[in-house]
């Protein structure tokens, strides 16, 4: 595991990022947006695997092609070894380009199936002119045995391939221009169980063999747990918690990342009787409930989470949480927030039976 928390620039530093998306129906609806992003900061390291995780319509693939400059923030910013992408230069945005490579859910639809593997995995040496043809094909078999496939699979199409071994061609294309970051959107998420741990298991050669950092997107925390250095939870646009991964499982303070966890199944179901799921669904976007995003269907909320919206504190040792009944528990209570009788007694948050969710907003 890396060291989470030093005094070097951060590879990939996001700061205040909001996406907000037009609502479909918009011209009816006025002014209403989707809140896909609401004011995240993220850091990944040089050589550090972060895992973004949370529930489907969290904001994470919006927040993954802000990264990938695929998608134009609203608000906020992301620098890339220092440099702000939003002033950058058209040849230092084409270096960073090179420098932050995506690795797609679905190697189905992100391959094109008129293509050899070959083509494929070359068209970065291709369209940035790296080498001679001869060089380009030699590096593109030297990319396939990297991801472990046979070099003599440059010729075949990808219709000839299993699921498993298309994603390792997307990972080879990813890996052709010598990428800093690779950003990695469930990249599992559309292959067998039997074959996701073989995927999860290259990224981490990867990580170790060439110094990549990594930000993997995923629902399942599970899936993260043994390729992350650090784990970013995400809940309806906002990061709700992080920590190193091992804090995370140990010790995990917000109620959804505690949520989110008793959804892995666990040999022994009475080992951690305090991890309660969650009931009802995730609100909509375009309209999140005021303060704590997470209120209505929280098990612990007191007054002041529909109020007051909770600053990420820290706990210690980097590990963030935003919740107040978690930071009052820990003896940081957020000073915005007002002092509230029913908070009092935090050192245990309660369980669902003992009180009741509040209604939805
Ligand atoms: N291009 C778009 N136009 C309008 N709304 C969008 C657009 N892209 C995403 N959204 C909305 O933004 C919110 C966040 O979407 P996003 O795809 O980032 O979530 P996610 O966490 O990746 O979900 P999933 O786990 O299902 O992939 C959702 O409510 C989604 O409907
Ligand atoms: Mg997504």
Request: hydrophobic share 40%; net charge neutral.
């Amino acid at each position: 595991m890396k060291q989470i928390e030093g005094t070097e620039t951060p590879l990939l530093a996001v700061h205040g990022l909001v996406k907000t998306y037009p609502a479909s129906g918009a011209r009816l609806w006025g002014s209403r947006v989707v809140h896909a992003v609401s004011g995240v900061d993220l850091e990944v390291r040089r050589g550090e695997n972060v895992a973004l995780v949370g529930e489907s319509g969290s904001g994470k693939t919006t927040l993954a092609r802000c990264v990938l400059g695929l998608t134009r923030p609203t608000a906020g910013s992301i620098d890339f070894d220092g440099r702000d992408m939003s002033t950058a230069t058209r040849s230092q945005r084409g270096a960073f380009r090179r420098r932050v490579q995506p690795v797609f859910q679905d190697p189905f639809s992100s391959l094109d199936p008129r293509w050899t593997v070959g083509r494929s995995v070359g068209e970065g040496l291709d369209s940035f002119r790296i080498g001679t043809p001869a060089e380009r094909a030699v590096r593109v078999r030297e990319l396939l045995e990297q991801v472990g496939l046979p070099a003599r699979y440059a010729g075949l199409r990808p219709t000839e391939l299993s699921g498993g071994q298309r994603q390792r061609v997307g990972i080879a294309a990813a890996l052709a221009l010598g990428p800093e970051l690779l950003v990695a959107d469930e990249p599992v998420s559309a292959l067998d169980v039997s074959v996701q741990a073989q995927i999860l298991n290259l990224l981490a050669v990867l990580q170790r063999d060439l110094g990549l950092a990594i930000l993997v997107v995923a629902h399942d925390l599970s899936v993260v747990r043994h390729i992350s250095d650090r784990i970013a939870v995400m809940y309806l646009g906002r990061i709700v918690e992080t920590g190193s991964t091992a804090t995370v499982f140990r010790d995990p303070r917000h109620p959804y990342t505690r949520a989110l966890l008793s959804a892995i199944p666990d040999p022994d179901p009475a080992r951690r009787p305090d991890l309660v799921p969650l009931h009802g669904d995730m609100p909509s976007p375009l309209s999140p409930p005021p303060g704590c995003h997470l209120h209505p269907r929280c098990p612990v909320a007191v007054p002041t989470c529909s109020s007051v919206d909770p600053a990420l504190t820290d706990l210690g040792a980097g590990h963030r949480v935003a919740c107040h009944v978690a930071a009052a528990a820990a003896g940081h209570p957020d000073p915005t927030a007002q002092p509230d009788a029913s908070a009092t007694d935090t050192s245990t948050p309660r369980r669902e039976e003992e009180r009741p969710c509040p209604p939805r907003a």
